[in-house]
């Protein structure tokens, strides 16, 4: 792990810690409500390991969050400006999913997310991670099919698209690749 990514692991680790703590869950409760081992959450923790997308949103799932509520949480201090050397950039190690947080640290319940997946990638998350949210997906570039339940959605540039009621996801990038922006309104 390089050192920028061993940065992020720890960050995102320590704010795994801290919610668990808050929440006075130990290790055992964490990993029975998001289905990860007590071996990897205990790794995450430390920032021993780069985390992937999949068990990060099982992870925010068990706090009732989203993954860019708690990449947000472990990376943003606050202020009304997030200029764009600071906002948080974080790669999943599988997929090579890359997730930009746009949006500044405050009470707001939008926030921005822009994300960069390579060509023929992949990646799936469960309808709990998206109980808590309403979002848009706006393709910038490329080509992306959106699997939202049983309805496949191919998203050109510049198309839109509303989510419905919760149901398991994937997006998977079609050749050359996908840059959407992901709108999120939490509540």
């Not at 009304?80 to 997730?99: E, H, I, K, M, S």
């Not at 707001?108 to 023929?120: D, N, T």
């Not at 050109?156 to 959407?180: K, Q």
């Amino acid at each position: 792990m390089d050192d920028i990514a061993n940065d992020i692991s720890s960050t995102i680790g320590r704010r795994i810690h801290a919610e668990r703590t808050i929440r006075d869950w130990s290790l055992a409760e964490l990993a029975e409500r998001s289905a990860v081992s007590k071996a990897m959450l205990s790794t995450i923790e430390r920032g021993k390991t780069s985390p992937t997308a999949a068990l990060l949103v099982r992870i925010a799932s068990a706090f009732g969050m989203t993954l860019s509520t708690l990449i947000a949480r472990a990376e943003l201090q606050g202020g009304g400006l997030l200029r764009a050397a600071d906002q948080p950039v974080w790669r999943d190690p599988d997929t090579g999913y890359v997730r930009r947080h746009l949006s500044p640290a405050s009470d707001m319940p939008l926030e921005l997310i822009r994300v960069q997946l390579p060509a023929g990638a992949r990646v799936s998350f469960p309808a709990a991670s998206y109980a808590f949210i309403k979002q848009q997906i706006w393709l910038v570039s490329g080509r992306l099919e959106f699997v939202e339940g049983d309805v496949v959605h191919q998203l050109d540039p510049g198309d839109c698209l509303a989510l419905g009621a919760p149901s398991d996801c994937t997006f998977h990038a079609l050749e050359p690749g996908a840059d959407y922006l992901v709108a999120l309104v939490r509540g």
